[in-house]
Protein backbone atom coordinates (compact mmCIF):
# COMPACT_ATOMS: atom_id res chain seq x y z
CA UNK A 1 0.00 0.00 0.00
CA UNK A 2 2.62 2.20 0.54
CA UNK A 3 4.23 1.14 -2.55
CA UNK A 4 0.93 2.27 -4.16
CA UNK A 5 1.01 6.33 -2.46
CA UNK A 6 4.64 6.60 -3.33
CA UNK A 7 3.52 5.33 -6.39
CA UNK A 8 0.47 7.43 -7.21
CA UNK A 9 2.49 10.57 -5.86
CA UNK A 10 5.08 10.22 -8.62
CA UNK A 11 2.54 9.33 -11.33
CA UNK A 12 0.52 12.52 -10.08
CA UNK A 13 3.77 14.42 -10.83
CA UNK A 14 5.23 13.49 -14.18
CA UNK A 15 2.12 12.89 -15.48
CA UNK A 16 0.69 16.56 -15.25
CA UNK A 17 2.62 18.40 -12.88
CA UNK A 18 -0.49 21.40 -13.82
CA UNK A 19 -3.37 18.95 -12.25
CA UNK A 20 -1.14 18.15 -9.07
CA UNK A 21 -0.87 21.71 -8.56
CA UNK A 22 -4.02 22.38 -8.98
CA UNK A 23 -5.23 19.51 -6.34
CA UNK A 24 -3.16 21.19 -3.77
CA UNK A 25 -4.48 24.46 -4.81
CA UNK A 26 -8.16 23.21 -4.44
CA UNK A 27 -7.76 21.26 -0.96
CA UNK A 28 -4.93 19.89 0.16
CA UNK A 29 -4.15 16.66 -0.88
CA UNK A 30 -2.75 13.66 0.68
CA UNK A 31 0.58 13.92 -0.87
CA UNK A 32 1.17 17.24 0.92
CA UNK A 33 0.15 15.77 4.39
CA UNK A 34 3.71 12.99 3.90
CA UNK A 35 5.99 14.94 4.32
CA UNK A 36 9.90 14.15 3.89
CA UNK A 37 11.64 16.09 6.81
CA UNK A 38 10.03 17.27 9.59
CA UNK A 39 8.06 20.95 9.73
CA UNK A 40 9.37 23.20 11.48
CA UNK A 41 6.39 24.64 12.36
CA UNK A 42 2.96 23.36 13.83
CA UNK A 43 0.45 22.05 10.99
CA UNK A 44 -0.83 18.40 10.53
CA UNK A 45 1.89 16.00 8.73
CA UNK A 46 2.81 12.09 8.26
CA UNK A 47 6.08 10.76 7.95
CA UNK A 48 7.42 7.54 6.92
CA UNK A 49 9.20 5.17 8.83
CA UNK A 50 12.86 5.54 7.83
CA UNK A 51 12.44 8.14 4.97
CA UNK A 52 13.64 11.21 7.63
CA UNK A 53 16.73 12.54 7.72
CA UNK A 54 18.59 11.31 10.71
CA UNK A 55 21.72 12.07 13.33
CA UNK A 56 24.62 9.38 13.73
CA UNK A 57 26.26 9.28 16.89
CA UNK A 58 28.16 5.94 17.20
CA UNK A 59 26.63 3.09 15.61
CA UNK A 60 22.95 4.27 16.81
CA UNK A 61 20.79 6.52 14.12
CA UNK A 62 18.12 9.10 15.72
CA UNK A 63 15.71 10.18 13.57
CA UNK A 64 12.79 12.75 14.91
CA UNK A 65 9.01 12.23 13.77
CA UNK A 66 7.71 14.94 16.08
CA UNK A 67 10.32 18.02 17.16
CA UNK A 68 10.20 21.08 19.51
CA UNK A 69 9.19 22.94 16.23
CA UNK A 70 6.41 20.61 14.71
CA UNK A 71 5.12 20.43 18.05
CA UNK A 72 5.06 23.84 19.84
CA UNK A 73 7.17 22.49 22.18
CA UNK A 74 5.09 19.93 23.07
CA UNK A 75 6.76 17.17 22.76
CA UNK A 76 9.77 15.46 21.13
CA UNK A 77 9.44 11.67 19.32
CA UNK A 78 12.50 10.18 18.63
CA UNK A 79 13.08 6.84 16.90
CA UNK A 80 16.08 5.43 17.81
CA UNK A 81 17.49 2.87 15.27
CA UNK A 82 20.81 0.83 16.21
CA UNK A 83 22.62 -2.71 16.42
CA UNK A 84 23.66 -4.56 19.47
CA UNK A 85 26.61 -3.21 21.62
CA UNK A 86 28.67 -4.60 24.14
CA UNK A 87 28.61 -1.16 25.84
CA UNK A 88 25.97 0.99 27.62
CA UNK A 89 24.01 3.26 24.84
CA UNK A 90 24.79 6.51 26.58
CA UNK A 91 26.74 7.37 30.41
CA UNK A 92 24.28 7.27 33.25
CA UNK A 93 22.71 10.68 33.11
CA UNK A 94 19.27 12.45 34.73
CA UNK A 95 17.17 14.85 33.28
CA UNK A 96 15.59 17.49 35.98
CA UNK A 97 13.33 19.25 33.27
CA UNK A 98 12.19 16.50 30.63
CA UNK A 99 10.08 13.11 31.57
CA UNK A 100 11.12 10.76 28.90
CA UNK A 101 9.62 7.51 28.20
CA UNK A 102 11.49 4.75 26.25
CA UNK A 103 8.89 2.32 24.24
CA UNK A 104 10.35 -1.39 22.51
CA UNK A 105 9.71 -1.10 18.63
CA UNK A 106 12.12 -4.18 17.31
CA UNK A 107 14.80 -6.06 18.80
CA UNK A 108 16.18 -6.17 23.01
CA UNK A 109 17.37 -3.76 24.87
CA UNK A 110 18.17 -3.21 28.65
CA UNK A 111 16.85 -0.17 30.66
CA UNK A 112 18.08 1.27 33.97
CA UNK A 113 16.28 3.58 36.20
CA UNK A 114 17.54 4.78 39.60
CA UNK A 115 16.36 6.69 42.20
CA UNK A 116 15.87 7.13 45.88
CA UNK A 117 18.23 4.28 46.51
CA UNK A 118 16.11 1.87 44.34
CA UNK A 119 17.44 0.60 41.19
CA UNK A 120 15.54 -0.96 38.33
CA UNK A 121 16.84 -3.37 35.47
CA UNK A 122 15.08 -4.56 32.66
CA UNK A 123 15.17 -6.25 29.30
CA UNK A 124 12.91 -5.04 27.28
CA UNK A 125 11.13 -6.70 24.37
CA UNK A 126 8.92 -5.05 21.41
CA UNK A 127 5.52 -3.95 23.13
CA UNK A 128 7.76 -2.86 26.45
CA UNK A 129 7.72 0.59 28.20
CA UNK A 130 9.58 2.59 30.66
CA UNK A 131 9.25 5.62 32.79
CA UNK A 132 11.97 7.88 33.72
CA UNK A 133 10.65 11.02 35.65
CA UNK A 134 13.00 13.94 36.54
CA UNK A 135 15.86 13.43 38.35
CA UNK A 136 16.15 10.03 37.56
CA UNK A 137 18.97 8.76 37.01
CA UNK A 138 19.37 6.12 33.83
CA UNK A 139 20.83 4.59 31.03
CA UNK A 140 20.55 1.67 27.91
CA UNK A 141 22.47 -1.03 25.94
CA UNK A 142 21.41 -2.20 22.75
CA UNK A 143 20.81 -6.07 22.79
CA UNK A 144 20.04 -7.32 19.28
CA UNK A 145 20.73 -6.59 15.70
CA UNK A 146 17.95 -4.35 14.75
CA UNK A 147 16.78 -2.73 17.66
CA UNK A 148 14.73 0.06 17.90
CA UNK A 149 13.79 2.50 20.97
CA UNK A 150 11.04 4.82 20.61
CA UNK A 151 11.63 7.70 22.98
CA UNK A 152 8.77 10.45 24.11
CA UNK A 153 9.96 13.37 25.64
CA UNK A 154 7.97 15.82 27.29
CA UNK A 155 8.29 19.31 26.65
CA UNK A 156 9.38 19.08 23.08
CA UNK A 157 12.88 20.26 21.98
CA UNK A 158 15.04 17.65 23.67
CA UNK A 159 16.33 16.79 19.99
CA UNK A 160 18.65 19.84 20.47
CA UNK A 161 20.95 17.38 22.42
CA UNK A 162 21.13 14.85 19.74
CA UNK A 163 22.30 17.36 17.21
CA UNK A 164 24.70 18.65 19.31
CA UNK A 165 26.45 15.64 20.16
CA UNK A 166 26.01 14.12 15.99
CA UNK A 167 29.07 12.67 14.94
CA UNK A 168 27.41 12.52 11.27
CA UNK A 169 24.31 13.85 9.87
CA UNK A 170 22.55 10.74 8.36
CA UNK A 171 20.43 9.72 4.94
CA UNK A 172 19.92 6.44 3.02
CA UNK A 173 18.85 6.83 -0.44
CA UNK A 174 18.07 2.72 -0.12
CA UNK A 175 16.14 3.91 3.59
CA UNK A 176 18.57 1.86 5.56
CA UNK A 177 17.33 1.87 9.24
CA UNK A 178 21.45 2.33 10.58
CA UNK A 179 24.91 2.29 8.46
CA UNK A 180 27.09 -0.51 8.15
CA UNK A 181 30.18 0.57 9.79
CA UNK A 182 32.65 -0.36 12.75
CA UNK A 183 30.92 2.71 15.17
CA UNK A 184 32.09 2.51 18.89
CA UNK A 185 29.00 3.26 20.83
CA UNK A 186 29.27 6.78 22.09
CA UNK A 187 28.51 6.66 25.82
CA UNK A 188 29.39 10.34 25.27
CA UNK A 189 33.09 10.96 27.44
CA UNK A 190 33.12 11.93 30.21
CA UNK A 191 33.89 15.56 29.68
CA UNK A 192 31.33 16.28 26.72
CA UNK A 193 28.35 14.83 28.85
CA UNK A 194 29.59 17.33 31.89
CA UNK A 195 28.91 20.03 29.89
CA UNK A 196 25.53 19.10 28.44
CA UNK A 197 23.63 20.96 31.28
CA UNK A 198 22.44 23.49 29.56
CA UNK A 199 20.41 20.91 27.35
CA UNK A 200 19.06 19.63 30.72
CA UNK A 201 21.48 16.34 30.64
CA UNK A 202 23.06 15.67 34.15
CA UNK A 203 26.06 13.37 34.04
CA UNK A 204 25.52 10.32 37.02
CA UNK A 205 28.89 8.68 36.26
CA UNK A 206 29.48 7.06 39.77
CA UNK A 207 26.08 4.77 39.03
CA UNK A 208 27.28 1.32 37.61
CA UNK A 209 24.10 -0.30 36.23
CA UNK A 210 23.50 -4.34 37.87
CA UNK A 211 23.82 -6.58 35.23
CA UNK A 212 22.70 -9.72 36.27
CA UNK A 213 19.35 -9.96 35.07
CA UNK A 214 17.23 -12.85 35.86
CA UNK A 215 15.45 -15.21 33.40
CA UNK A 216 12.65 -12.78 33.70
CA UNK A 217 14.35 -10.12 32.82
CA UNK A 218 14.85 -8.45 35.51
CA UNK A 219 17.76 -6.98 37.78
CA UNK A 220 18.54 -4.29 40.44
CA UNK A 221 16.46 -3.96 43.82
CA UNK A 222 12.77 -3.13 42.85
CA UNK A 223 9.66 -4.94 42.74
CA UNK A 224 11.02 -7.29 40.65
CA UNK A 225 7.89 -7.86 38.66
CA UNK A 226 7.82 -8.11 34.89
CA UNK A 227 6.34 -10.41 32.38
CA UNK A 228 5.02 -12.59 35.31
CA UNK A 229 2.67 -10.21 37.12
CA UNK A 230 0.96 -7.53 37.05
CA UNK A 231 2.72 -4.23 36.40
CA UNK A 232 0.78 -0.93 37.80
CA UNK A 233 1.46 2.41 36.46
CA UNK A 234 3.33 4.82 39.41
CA UNK A 235 0.75 6.59 41.53
CA UNK A 236 2.59 9.64 41.35
CA UNK A 237 4.63 11.82 38.98
CA UNK A 238 8.14 11.06 40.27
CA UNK A 239 8.16 7.43 40.43
CA UNK A 240 9.76 5.65 37.81
CA UNK A 241 8.33 2.57 36.70
CA UNK A 242 8.09 -0.32 34.43
CA UNK A 243 5.25 -2.14 32.00
CA UNK A 244 5.67 -5.23 30.14
CA UNK A 245 3.34 -5.86 27.01
CA UNK A 246 -0.11 -6.99 27.71
CA UNK A 247 0.51 -6.57 31.71
CA UNK A 248 -0.66 -3.13 32.82
CA UNK A 249 -3.84 -1.57 33.50
CA UNK A 250 -6.09 -2.90 30.07
CA UNK A 251 -9.83 -1.12 28.91
CA UNK A 252 -12.25 -1.76 26.48
CA UNK A 253 -14.51 0.41 24.29
CA UNK A 254 -16.07 0.09 20.39
CA UNK A 255 -16.42 2.99 18.21
CA UNK A 256 -19.92 4.37 18.27
CA UNK A 257 -21.32 2.82 15.81
CA UNK A 258 -19.40 -0.76 16.97
CA UNK A 259 -17.52 -0.86 13.83
CA UNK A 260 -14.43 -1.47 15.74
CA UNK A 261 -13.10 -2.60 18.83
CA UNK A 262 -10.73 -0.09 20.75
CA UNK A 263 -8.12 -1.58 23.90
CA UNK A 264 -6.27 0.95 25.42
CA UNK A 265 -3.70 0.63 27.57
CA UNK A 266 -2.35 3.62 29.21
CA UNK A 267 1.54 3.95 30.54
CA UNK A 268 0.98 7.84 30.99
CA UNK A 269 -2.43 9.26 32.25
CA UNK A 270 -2.75 12.84 34.22
CA UNK A 271 -1.71 11.33 37.70
CA UNK A 272 1.84 10.29 36.26
CA UNK A 273 2.64 13.63 34.03
CA UNK A 274 0.44 16.11 36.33
CA UNK A 275 -1.74 16.74 33.21
CA UNK A 276 1.73 17.59 30.82
CA UNK A 277 1.18 14.47 28.53
CA UNK A 278 0.07 11.33 27.89
CA UNK A 279 1.14 8.39 26.18
CA UNK A 280 -0.27 4.43 25.46
CA UNK A 281 -1.02 1.85 22.97
CA UNK A 282 -4.72 1.09 21.46
CA UNK A 283 -5.12 -2.29 19.88
CA UNK A 284 -7.95 -2.36 17.21
CA UNK A 285 -10.12 -4.71 15.18
CA UNK A 286 -10.20 -3.92 11.93
CA UNK A 287 -13.23 -1.82 10.91
CA UNK A 288 -16.57 -3.67 9.78
CA UNK A 289 -16.86 -2.94 6.18
CA UNK A 290 -19.40 -0.26 5.51
CA UNK A 291 -18.88 1.01 9.26
CA UNK A 292 -17.51 4.83 9.81
CA UNK A 293 -14.41 5.63 11.83
CA UNK A 294 -15.02 8.09 14.51
CA UNK A 295 -14.23 11.25 14.10
CA UNK A 296 -11.55 13.63 16.86
CA UNK A 297 -10.28 17.02 17.77
CA UNK A 298 -8.99 17.59 20.86
CA UNK A 299 -7.36 21.08 22.63
CA UNK A 300 -4.05 19.67 22.44
CA UNK A 301 -1.69 17.94 20.22
CA UNK A 302 -2.15 14.01 19.49
CA UNK A 303 0.87 12.12 17.58
CA UNK A 304 0.19 8.56 16.57
CA UNK A 305 2.88 5.78 15.38
CA UNK A 306 1.50 2.61 14.20
CA UNK A 307 2.99 -0.50 15.90
CA UNK A 308 1.39 -3.12 14.61
CA UNK A 309 -1.24 -4.19 11.65
CA UNK A 310 -1.82 -1.16 9.25
CA UNK A 311 -4.09 1.56 10.42
CA UNK A 312 -5.78 3.84 8.39
CA UNK A 313 -6.14 7.68 8.79
CA UNK A 314 -7.76 10.47 7.43
CA UNK A 315 -6.80 14.47 8.82
CA UNK A 316 -9.16 17.43 8.48
CA UNK A 317 -8.25 19.71 5.65
CA UNK A 318 -6.47 16.64 3.15
CA UNK A 319 -8.41 14.92 0.73
CA UNK A 320 -8.56 11.23 0.88
CA UNK A 321 -7.53 8.20 3.51
CA UNK A 322 -3.89 7.18 4.10
CA UNK A 323 -2.84 3.89 5.12
CA UNK A 324 0.03 4.06 7.81
CA UNK A 325 2.70 0.54 8.42
CA UNK A 326 4.59 0.03 11.40
CA UNK A 327 6.34 2.94 12.32
CA UNK A 328 4.88 5.49 10.49
CA UNK A 329 3.75 8.67 12.84
CA UNK A 330 0.81 10.73 11.85
CA UNK A 331 0.47 14.24 13.86
CA UNK A 332 -2.32 16.34 14.45
CA UNK A 333 -2.61 19.46 15.56
CA UNK A 334 -4.70 20.76 18.56
CA UNK A 335 -8.32 21.61 17.11
CA UNK A 336 -7.67 19.57 13.81
CA UNK A 337 -10.03 16.72 13.10
CA UNK A 338 -9.17 13.37 12.47
CA UNK A 339 -10.22 9.51 11.93
CA UNK A 340 -8.03 6.46 12.44
CA UNK A 341 -9.14 2.59 11.78
CA UNK A 342 -7.59 -0.44 11.64
CA UNK A 343 -7.51 -1.73 8.35
CA UNK A 344 -5.48 -4.67 8.96
CA UNK A 345 -7.06 -8.13 11.23
CA UNK A 346 -5.28 -6.68 14.21
CA UNK A 347 -3.57 -3.31 14.39
CA UNK A 348 -1.80 -1.20 17.25
CA UNK A 349 -0.32 2.20 17.36
CA UNK A 350 1.44 4.10 20.41
CA UNK A 351 -0.14 6.84 21.27
CA UNK A 352 1.02 10.85 22.82
CA UNK A 353 -1.62 13.57 23.43
CA UNK A 354 -1.24 17.17 24.77
CA UNK A 355 -2.65 17.84 28.38
CA UNK A 356 -5.34 16.36 29.20
CA UNK A 357 -7.90 16.84 26.15
CA UNK A 358 -6.73 13.59 25.06
CA UNK A 359 -7.15 10.74 22.96
CA UNK A 360 -6.93 8.36 25.92
CA UNK A 361 -9.01 10.18 27.75
CA UNK A 362 -11.44 10.54 25.49
CA UNK A 363 -11.63 6.84 24.75
CA UNK A 364 -11.76 5.82 28.63
CA UNK A 365 -15.32 8.04 28.97
CA UNK A 366 -16.92 4.84 27.52
CA UNK A 367 -14.38 2.21 27.99
CA UNK A 368 -15.43 -0.81 31.06
CA UNK A 369 -11.76 -2.60 32.49
CA UNK A 370 -11.05 -5.24 30.67
CA UNK A 371 -8.26 -8.19 31.77
CA UNK A 372 -7.51 -9.46 28.03
CA UNK A 373 -5.44 -8.23 25.60
CA UNK A 374 -7.52 -9.28 22.88
CA UNK A 375 -11.35 -7.82 21.95
CA UNK A 376 -14.32 -9.79 22.07
CA UNK A 377 -14.26 -13.21 19.97
CA UNK A 378 -18.21 -11.57 18.18
C1 LIG B 1 -4.16 23.52 3.72
O1 LIG B 1 -4.02 23.13 5.08
C2 LIG B 1 -3.49 24.13 5.91
C3 LIG B 1 -3.24 23.52 7.28
O2 LIG B 1 -4.29 22.70 7.68
C4 LIG B 1 -4.42 25.31 5.94
O3 LIG B 1 -3.88 26.34 6.73
C5 LIG B 1 -4.61 25.82 4.51
O4 LIG B 1 -5.54 26.86 4.51
C6 LIG B 1 -5.09 24.71 3.61
N1 LIG B 1 -5.10 25.17 2.23
C7 LIG B 1 -6.15 24.98 1.45
C8 LIG B 1 -5.99 25.49 0.07
O5 LIG B 1 -7.15 24.39 1.82
C1 LIG C 1 15.22 17.77 40.54
O1 LIG C 1 16.45 18.01 41.19
C2 LIG C 1 16.76 19.40 41.27
C3 LIG C 1 18.16 19.52 41.82
O2 LIG C 1 18.29 18.77 42.99
C4 LIG C 1 15.70 20.09 42.13
O3 LIG C 1 15.98 21.48 42.18
C5 LIG C 1 14.34 19.86 41.52
O4 LIG C 1 13.33 20.40 42.36
C6 LIG C 1 14.08 18.39 41.31
N1 LIG C 1 12.84 18.22 40.55
C7 LIG C 1 11.88 17.39 40.91
C8 LIG C 1 10.68 17.34 40.06
O5 LIG C 1 11.97 16.70 41.93
C1 LIG D 1 19.56 -1.10 46.09
O1 LIG D 1 20.87 -1.49 45.69
C2 LIG D 1 21.84 -0.47 45.80
C3 LIG D 1 23.16 -1.02 45.27
O2 LIG D 1 22.95 -1.56 44.01
C4 LIG D 1 21.98 -0.03 47.24
O3 LIG D 1 22.88 1.05 47.30
C5 LIG D 1 20.62 0.41 47.75
O4 LIG D 1 20.71 0.70 49.14
C6 LIG D 1 19.59 -0.68 47.55
N1 LIG D 1 18.30 -0.15 47.94
C7 LIG D 1 17.40 -0.85 48.58
C8 LIG D 1 16.10 -0.16 48.87
O5 LIG D 1 17.60 -2.00 48.93
C1 LIG E 1 24.17 18.44 9.96
O1 LIG E 1 23.57 19.39 9.10
C2 LIG E 1 23.33 20.63 9.75
C3 LIG E 1 22.53 21.49 8.78
O2 LIG E 1 23.14 21.52 7.55
C4 LIG E 1 24.65 21.26 10.12
O3 LIG E 1 24.44 22.49 10.76
C5 LIG E 1 25.39 20.32 11.05
O4 LIG E 1 26.67 20.80 11.36
C6 LIG E 1 25.53 18.94 10.44
N1 LIG E 1 26.04 18.02 11.48
C7 LIG E 1 27.10 17.23 11.28
C8 LIG E 1 27.51 16.41 12.45
O5 LIG E 1 27.70 17.19 10.23
C1 LIG F 1 36.09 -3.30 14.13
O1 LIG F 1 36.16 -3.10 15.52
C2 LIG F 1 36.76 -4.16 16.23
C3 LIG F 1 36.62 -3.90 17.71
O2 LIG F 1 36.50 -2.54 17.99
C4 LIG F 1 38.21 -4.26 15.78
O3 LIG F 1 38.82 -5.32 16.46
C5 LIG F 1 38.26 -4.52 14.29
O4 LIG F 1 39.57 -4.51 13.84
C6 LIG F 1 37.48 -3.44 13.53
N1 LIG F 1 37.38 -3.80 12.13
C7 LIG F 1 37.63 -2.94 11.15
C8 LIG F 1 37.46 -3.46 9.74
O5 LIG F 1 37.96 -1.80 11.35
C1 LIG G 1 -23.35 -1.06 20.10
O1 LIG G 1 -23.28 -2.13 21.02
C2 LIG G 1 -23.90 -1.82 22.28
C3 LIG G 1 -23.61 -2.95 23.25
O2 LIG G 1 -23.76 -4.19 22.60
C4 LIG G 1 -25.39 -1.60 22.04
O3 LIG G 1 -26.02 -1.26 23.25
C5 LIG G 1 -25.57 -0.44 21.08
O4 LIG G 1 -26.92 -0.28 20.75
C6 LIG G 1 -24.77 -0.70 19.79
N1 LIG G 1 -24.80 0.53 18.98
C7 LIG G 1 -25.06 0.54 17.68
C8 LIG G 1 -25.04 1.88 17.00
O5 LIG G 1 -25.28 -0.48 17.05
C1 LIG H 1 4.52 19.48 34.15
O1 LIG H 1 4.76 20.76 33.57
C2 LIG H 1 5.05 21.77 34.55
C3 LIG H 1 5.14 23.08 33.79
O2 LIG H 1 6.11 22.99 32.79
C4 LIG H 1 6.33 21.40 35.27
O3 LIG H 1 6.61 22.37 36.24
C5 LIG H 1 6.16 20.04 35.93
O4 LIG H 1 7.39 19.64 36.51
C6 LIG H 1 5.76 19.01 34.90
N1 LIG H 1 5.53 17.73 35.55
C7 LIG H 1 5.83 16.57 34.99
C8 LIG H 1 5.61 15.35 35.82
O5 LIG H 1 6.27 16.45 33.86
C1 LIG I 1 -11.89 6.99 4.09
O1 LIG I 1 -12.36 5.97 4.89
C2 LIG I 1 -13.70 6.13 5.31
C3 LIG I 1 -13.99 5.01 6.25
O2 LIG I 1 -13.58 5.37 7.53
C4 LIG I 1 -14.64 6.10 4.13
O3 LIG I 1 -15.93 6.36 4.55
C5 LIG I 1 -14.19 7.15 3.19
O4 LIG I 1 -14.96 7.03 2.04
C6 LIG I 1 -12.73 7.01 2.86
N1 LIG I 1 -12.34 8.12 2.07
C7 LIG I 1 -11.68 8.00 0.95
C8 LIG I 1 -11.35 9.25 0.25
O5 LIG I 1 -11.31 6.91 0.53
Request: with cysteine; net charge negative; glycine share 10%.
Amino acid sequence: MRTSVLLSAILAVTASEAATFTAREAGNSTNSLIVSETPDYVRPYIVRAYTLPGVRLGPQVYRFPVTGPSSGYAFTLISTAAPASTELGVLPHLHQTHYENFYCLRGRYALWTSKDGKTDGRILTPGDYGAVPHNTTHTFQMLDPFVEQVGVIQPGGFEDLFYFLAQENYTSSTYAPYPQGNYTTPGGDAETISKLQALDVYAELTFSPPMAFDANGVSGNGTGVWHNGENSLAADSATPFFVAKGYGPKCLTSTTNNGSYFIIEPFITSVQSDGNFTEGTITMSQLSSGAQADTYSFTGHTALEVVDGLVGVSVGGYDGNVTLAIGDVVFVPAGTKFSFWGEAAYSKVLYVGQGTDTLDAALLRSATVWDSVIWPAS
